[in-house]
């Protein structure tokens, strides 16, 4: 048996006031919406292992601004379904459904994290489509690999791959582990440490379903963060310069393991002409959580120019 | 020809027997937009022992998913499970196959029991660095293998040099064979000069190398 209305109240997080299905190439994608569905749409895309939910704080207040604000959990999280595949490029192609499905006209389009490199592949694949971009803290930096030795490397790696075919071959079966409201909540909370135990709760009882034996994330056990393959961070950065609709760029400058550890001066140098660069300072990787009235009022500066 | 299949994550995949044996088995891996032949094929006809070919995701008798997301890593994860399934064996890869091969026999080196890089379609991949983006869609209705989204994909793969060289590392430095690793492939794209110069790649032709291996 599945619980779900459970959900917690947090102060300013307000659900969507719509939901629809769309149709991404056979994968069903969960999309929800906020404000008036006659007010001109904005998107927003979620980072890794999150949620269309961590834009409660944010897309309400977009909404009270006048916008149709439109999110979606991304393939294999929270209500879409789970994929046999997963790659960036399907990530790309599963956000253009969602954009098909809700206009043919440009519109502002605003990426948290891995949604902010994500949309910025977008924009790039389809300029005509996108009308201003705004990326939260989903900057990408070169980052150089440690200085290791090479047998280092090789035992290093070989670990890496080893662990990885071993998920794959362990996940066919596999069920995320059940636990109280709580212990899902801590769980988290190691990895968002910036995050109050108050807003993790209150995810937990949207990214997560309540099962018979406990509360479990609404993550495909076979996704798995990390990993390894031939892309490198700078390759979402040569995307940046030639985007041409006004850019926003927001950085946490707080470090997190979440986040990409992307520094201003990784990026500075690579930002679109006439772009805005806001480093805030004492926010971490989610700043559209830890500052959703700032953020928000940087992205309806953005659309207003 | 007798069929089995093994699993991957939510994919059946199609292992095809091609020639029975006790020992020594041989894993055929086909290029892109390819399937497993439907009879041994003549370059793979002195082998001692089974002969196996598996078909990748999307193609072949193996199950097409929806809405595409393919990567080679993904069917390196293909190759895993079959390996899982017949035990340590000698791998031939053609073109696609040829990378996905290399990337199998460096990430599990003690199941790969020599690698053969062949030619074949899809051997170049999407280059060695990212090209423009495209957005395609896909019309589902009626979509036979190959999956077009594979063809699409795998077609763009990028596959960077001494990312390539980093498998060929791997495979030289972990695995037990004295020479696992074998370029029988005429054509080299950028990633396969890479992997083909690292010192201790045998440079022989498909029957050479398959005639070293059967013996080791």
Known sequence: MTVTDEVLTYPGARRPDRRRRVDAHGVGIAAYEWGDLDAPPILLCHGGMDFAATFDLLAPLLADAGWRVVAWDQRGHGDSDYAALYSWDADVRDALAVLDSTTRAPVPVVGHSKGGGLMMQLAEAMPHRVSHLANLDGLPSKRLPPDIANHERTRLLAKDLEDWLDHRLRSTEAQRRPGTVDELAERRARMNPRLSRDWLRYIVTIGARHDDDGWRWKLDPSMRFGGFGPWRPEWSLMRLPGLSMPFLGVLGLEYEEMGWGTKPEDVVGYLPLGARFVPLEGTGHFVHIEQPEVVANLILELVAA | ?216
Not at chain 2, 74 to 93: K, N, Q
Not at chain 2, 134 to 161: K, Y
């Open chain 2, 1 to 216: 020809m007798t069929t089995r299949w093994v699993r991957h994550l939510r994919i059946n995949l199609a292992l095809h027997e091609l020639q029975a044996g006790d020992e020594r088995p041989l894993l055929l891996l086909h290029g892109l937009g390819e399937r497993t032949p439907s009879k041994l094929p003549a370059y793979a006809s002195s082998w001692p022992g089974a002969v196996w070919g598996l078909d990748f995701t999307g193609h072949g008798d193996s199950d097409v998913p929806s809405g595409g997301g393919y990567t080679c890593e993904v069917l390196m994860g293909d190759a895993d499970a079959a390996l899982r399934d017949i035990g340590p064996a000698t791998v031939l890869g053609r073109g696609l196959g040829a990378y996905v091969a290399l990337l199998i026999a460096g990430a599990r080196p003690q199941m790969v029991r020599g690698a053969i890089l062949s030619d074949g379609p899809g051997l170049a991949g999407g280059g060695t660095g990212p090209s423009s983006t495209m957005l395609i869609g896909v019309d589902e209705g009626g979509v036979v293998p190959p999956d077009p989204f594979a063809l699409f994909e795998l077609s763009r793969d990028v596959r960077p040099p001494d990312y390539a060289a980093t498998f060929a590392r791997q495979v030289l430095t972990l695995a037990e064979l004295p020479t696992p690793l074998t370029v029988s492939a005429r054509w080299r794209p950028p990633w396969l000069e890479a992997a083909a110069s690292e010192p201790g790649v045998v440079d022989a032709s498909i029957e050479d190398a398959l005639a070293t291996y059967a013996r080791a």
